[in-house]
């Protein structure tokens, strides 16, 4: 069965001589396409990429009230193969440290609202697309932050419990 299917397809290349050109023509067009491409992946690229962001080491006096942000949107220059790395694959979540960073509160605003900016966290967000790639902006400018304090009372229980035991005798 598969000899008789490899006779067949034998017979149809031998009937095609007259486009045998035709043939040449098309392996050469897909050989030149393929290194055109890699030549073009060495080149340098801007292109604008999403990385996650998780944040670390909240203080301990507060808790946060709002919502977070948990993207940012960074322009990059980097070569073709870079760029189409970071188009193609999920990107590992840059890590910041609250620890580390000021937090710089909001002035005239009665709420407690605080914000970092993010220049102050493009080598976390380095350090996650690596050293091939140069940050040329990251969006939004900076991250706010609503955070509360944490409050306790104590507060006295009483029970308005009676109870009684069922003797056993």
Known sequence: MNG????RIIKKLKSIKLNQNL???GFSLLIS???WFLNALNKEYYADITVPVTYTNLPENKLVAGPLANQLNVKI????H????????SISSAEIDLSIHSLHSIPGEKSKRYYILTSTIKE???NVLGPDVEIK???????????????SKKVPVF?????TFKNNT
């Open 124 to 126: 976390e967000v380095a």
């Open 82 to 89: 870079e760029v189409m790395n970071y188009k193609t694959s």
């Open 4 to 7: 008789d299917f490899i006779q």
């Open 23 to 25: 043939l040449v023509f």
């Open 159 to 163: 029970s308005n419990l009676q109870i």
């Open 137 to 151: 902006k990251i969006e939004p400018d900076s991250l706010i932050f609503k955070l509360e304090d944490v409050v």
């Open 33 to 35: 396409s393929f290194f």
């Open 77 to 80: 220059s980097a070569f073709g």
